[in-house]
């Protein structure tokens, strides 16, 4: 059912854990199957010098958290905001069909922890004190990326036949 590496990945999962002073942090959450990531980034000279997470979930929500960290440490911003759901399913060698939501999960909460870390410098050093209107940010589909009304049920512009499920931006 997983491949060799998905496993290794599960049972030996690398960069676990949080970065108490991280420069940026994006959580996203599936409510279906109650998979929570968070990913913590420490960013030096425009690279992720160090990311780790935090996942509460299955065997493929831990495996992919891993290898997104993995594949985005030591990448410039713009290389990390690259990386695809569908690299890093591949990267693992693929996820059962039921799983795929898992590699949608990794990939965007690497993308809201940049996207953090960029707020944070647009705002400048008291970024920290104004970091409470979250509630007003909207919410985006994980399968096309379309923002979408705070607490829309579902995506107005996905095509995708499986349905969409919007995250919240903390």
């Known amino acids: 059912m997983y491949s060799q590496i998905v496993m290794d990945h599960f049972t030996n999962p690398r960069n676990a854990g949080v970065l108490e002073d991280a420069d940026g942090v994006g959580e996203v959450g599936n409510p279906v199957c109650g998979d929570m990531m968070t990913f913590y980034i420490k960013v030096r000279d425009g690279r992720l010098e160090d990311v780790k997470f935090n996942t509460f979930g299955c065997v493929a929500a831990i495996a992919v958290s891993s290898m997104v960290s993995e594949m985005a440490k030591g990448k410039t911003l713009e290389e990390a905001k690259k990386i695809t759901n569908k690299a890093v399913a591949d990267a693992l060698e693929g996820l059962p069909k039921n799983k795929l939501h898992c590699s949608n999960l990794g990939a965007e909460a690497l993308k809201l922890a940049i996207r953090n870390y960029e707020e944070k410098q647009a705002l400048?050093?008291?970024?920290?004190?104004?970091?409470?209107?979250?509630?007003?940010?909207?919410?985006?589909?994980?399968?096309c990326d379309t923002e979408e009304p705070v607490g829309a049920a579902f995506c107005m512009e996905c095509d995708n036949d499986t349905g969409c499920e919007l995250i919240e931006v903390k």
């Open 124 to 143: 400048g050093p008291s970024s920290h004190l104004q970091s409470a209107s979250s509630a007003s940010k909207p919410d985006y589909c994980t399968h």
